[in-house]
């Protein structure tokens, strides 16, 4: 059981940071495209 749960943490931990990298290459991507806007929005 613990191994199992210990299997399932590893795999989210993996895909938190698959989703914080992919949020930081978008967020990256409209900063370039977009430029002034962007940072005007935020």
């Not at 990298?21 to 430029?35: N, P």
């Amino acid at each position: 059981m613990s191994s199992r749960r210990s299997r399932l943490t590893k795999s989210s931990l993996m895909s938190l940071s698959f989703i914080t990298d992919l949020g930081v290459l978008v967020s990256f991507y409209i900063w370039k495209t977009s430029g002034t806007t962007y940072l005007l929005v935020v």
